[in-house]
């Protein structure tokens, strides 16, 4: 069993910053793929940008160039520098591992961008 605990979320006007973590217990961390999701009112859950075991990532279009991922083994958590940010960016976003079949994921936590 794998507990995903995020943490770093909050209230931010528009082009401001915020560093999201996820810390992980149980599961086998180094090994797994790791990643974050969010989801707006309304809308459906999306990918925002997933990370490796060998630390490669992937970023959706709509985030490129803006947010950054990234893991410390040692620690069990994973990160996602968010900077730029703009309302369409508001969503719960949510701490996402992968180790073969088993896919866990976190109880979010809020990003609000407003004015």
């Known amino acids: 069993q794998v507990q995903l605990v995020e943490s770093g979320g909050g209230s931010v006007q528009p082009g401001g910053s915020l560093r999201l973590s996820c810390a992980a217990s149980g599961g086998i961390f180094g090994f797994a793929s790791m990643g974050w999701y969010r989801q707006a009112p309304g809308k459906q859950r999306e990918l925002v940008a997933t990370?490796?075991?060998?630390?490669?990532?992937n970023y959706a279009d709509f985030v490129k160039g803006r947010f950054a991922i990234s893991r410390d083994n040692a620690k069990k958590t994973v990160y996602l520098q968010m900077n730029s940010l703009k309302p369409e960016d508001t969503a719960v976003y949510y701490c996402w591992y992968n180790f073969g079949r088993l896919d866990s994921w976190g109880q979010g936590t809020q990003v609000t961008v407003s004015s």
């Open positions: 990370i490796t075991r060998s630390s490669s990532t």
